[in-house]
């Protein structure tokens, strides 16, 4: 007799943004789920290349240089990041807005 195991495997929300906003504007981005793991790709919403950076906002969620933001959010609620992208010969914040809900 075979035994079946089930794994459950957290899934982790990572979108890919189409459209551009200029720097000191607000990127509402797709939100999440709470006590679940989310991420979103900045790359390719702001324009400018270079590395990225939280500024400030939540701690629960990190970036990685290459612009994804993501974490795992603890509580329902807006929630805002200041993002800086920095080239070394110029930098520019935008703000980064994700809305997450309980169950």
Known sequence: MKLLQTIYVPLVLALFLSFAVQA???????????????AV????????????TIVSGPAWATMSLDGVISGTPPQSGENRWEVRVDSGAFSADYTVIAEFWAR
């Open 24 to 38: 000191g504007e607000e990127l509402p981005v797709p939100g999440g789920m709470v006590g679940k793991p989310w």
């Open 41 to 52: 790709h900045l790359e390719g919403a702001i324009p400018e290349i270079g590395d990225y």
